[in-house]
């Protein structure tokens, strides 16, 4: 389990955004309650509407494709100065950053000089880079918007670019590592492994599972099937397939873009207490595979109006912004992933209701920390008791849960109850019943929660 997994990822889009600026917004106290958290700059705006110079070119006369009818967004142009902006940013929130080069609009020098950009100004913040975001997916027949490159397009034309990305980034930014491949295809990711770039520090993905956007496919975001065990399990072969994938590179494996659904718009999982409990248990079973960091994509747009799947928000009116960064209910399953101090995986025996599922680790000090994800509806099944047999007897027993009343609760998810990451390890609650010297605890568990039991022996 790393410290400080879960982090944001953004549309490049955002990088221009005066409320980047420490003081300008409250985007600061939020990414504080995360931890060390990541921010990740990339998206399918990187490829088709970022525009990187450092020398204040004019903007390119590029033609632009509505993602959607009638959505024509602009080119934006990324320049040092919005650089060190997110700089102070991230060192305000004490974060770490992972950019994007723009691979749509092929210019091996134009992302070595983001590069070396980001080395000074960044710094020891700056994680990597990665080149072109989900490249399996560059060509779409049909698909005007997402088509970057014509019918044939394939990992060995991927690799001949990437290969000229990578030597133009090593030119200049020595020691500035390459995140990649960035797609969501596994194939692709052995691909890239198989290429052994030196230059690569770290491997990515991107997923989201709950993405076949109508109601009858086991893929469809509907909270049933999101709370489902069929679904858990599909979720944890992908994730063991991939992690099986990348284990002979030796290297770090992020999941840099993902969540729930990438479906546009609304659906029944959005802003709900379910959308949180499937934020830990994915991020926990990837954790427990060997993922070290997951990025929730997210937006700085409107509360109301703007990307329901996104963790963060503005509480101002519909493109009438105010600065008030408010969360969504996914962010407390971020917020309770990142409050779990770090530390190694045991292995866990479990028997019984099929729908709950737990993790344990052990921390450096000794301690240990069993997580219970209790997806079973609370509309219809009642409170009850867990028995966790534990290695060695206790001495203390403390928890912390977030919670909600229902899986459509929207708003209302919380940890102990309150708007952050839950009351810290040494000042929380007792477990209750809890008593010293034993080698077993029994807890009664609310469905739909997720509980964090820590324990000292």
């Keep these: 389990m ?9 549309e490049t889009d955002i990088m221009t955004d005066a409320r980047l600026e420490p003081g300008a917004s409250t985007l600061v106290e939020e ?5 060390k958290p990541v921010l990740r700059f990339g998206g399918q705006a990187v490829d088709r509407r970022f525009f990187w110079t450092s020398t204040d070119e004019p903007l390119p006369d590029w033609t632009l494709v509505p993602a959607f009818k009638g959505d024509v967004r602009p080119v934006q142009k990324v320049t040092p100065a919005d650089l060190q902006r997110i700089a102070r ?14 691979l749509g609009h092929y210019d091996p020098e134009r992302a070595g000089d983001l590069a070396k950009n980001a080395k000074t100004i960044f710094g020891d913040r700056l994680l990597g880079i990665t080149v072109g975001n989900e490249p399996n997916g560059y060509h779409f027949e049909g698909r005007p918007y997402q088509t970057l490159r014509p019918a044939g397009w394939d990992t060995n034309k991927f690799l001949t670019e990437y290969k000229a990305y990578s030597a133009a980034i090593t030119k200049n930014a020595p ?46 975001p509907t909270i049933d099937r999101v709370m489902s065990r069929e679904r858990a ?6 994730i063991s397939n ?40 994915y991020a926990l079973t990837a954790a427990e595979a060997g993922v070290t960091q997951m990025d929730i994509h997210g937006a700085l747009d409107a509360c109301k109006g703007g990307p329901p799947a996104s963790p963060v928000c503005d509480t101002g009116a519909y493109k009438k912004p105010n600065g008030v960064i408010g969360s969504q209910a996914n962010y407390y399953g971020m917020l309770l992933v990142n409050a779990l ?28 920390s069993v997580v219970v994800i209790n997806q079973n509806d609370p509309k219809t099944t009642a409170q009850a008791p867990v028995t966790i047999k534990l290695p060695a007897k206790v001495g203390t027993g403390v928890m912390s849960q977030l919670t909600a009343p229902t899986f459509d609760a929207q708003d209302s998810s919380r940890i102990d109850g309150r708007e952050d990451a839950g ?21 009664p568990l609310t469905s739909g929660t997720v509980t964090v039991l820590t324990f000292t022996f």
């Excluded at 940013?89 to 723009?102: K, Y």
Aim: hydrophobic fraction near 40%; include cysteine.
């Design 2 to 10: 790393a410290e400080g997994m879960m982090g944001i990822s953004f």
């Design 31 to 35: 990414l504080k309650k995360l931890h």
């Design 89 to 102: 940013l991230a060192d305000a929130a004490d974060a770490r950053i992972l950019l994007t080069a723009d």
């Design 175 to 220: 020691g500035v590592k390459i995140v990649g491949p960035g797609a969501y295809a596994q194939n692709w990711l052995k691909a890239f492994i198989e290429n052994d770039d030196p230059a690569v520090g770290a491997l990515s993905y991107h997923h989201y599972p709950m993405s076949d956007c109508g109601t009858a496919d086991i893929a469809s």
């Design 233 to 238: 399990d599909l979720n944890r072969e992908f």
């Design 242 to 281: 991939i992690a099986a994938t990348a284990k002979p590179a030796n290297l770090p494996l992020w999941l840099t873009e993902g969540g729930l659904s990438a479906c546009s718009g609304s659906n029944e999982t959005t802003r709900t207490h379910a959308s949180a409990l499937w934020t830990v248990g």
């Design 341 to 368: 101090q770090p530390g190694e995986f045991r292995n866990v025996e479990q028997t019984g209701n099929p729908n709950v599922y737990t993790h344990a680790i052990n921390h450096a000090d000794g301690s240990m």
């Design 423 to 443: 009351v810290p390890v040494d000042s929380r609650a007792k477990i209750p019943g809890f008593v010293a010297g034993k080698d077993a605890v029994t807890v």
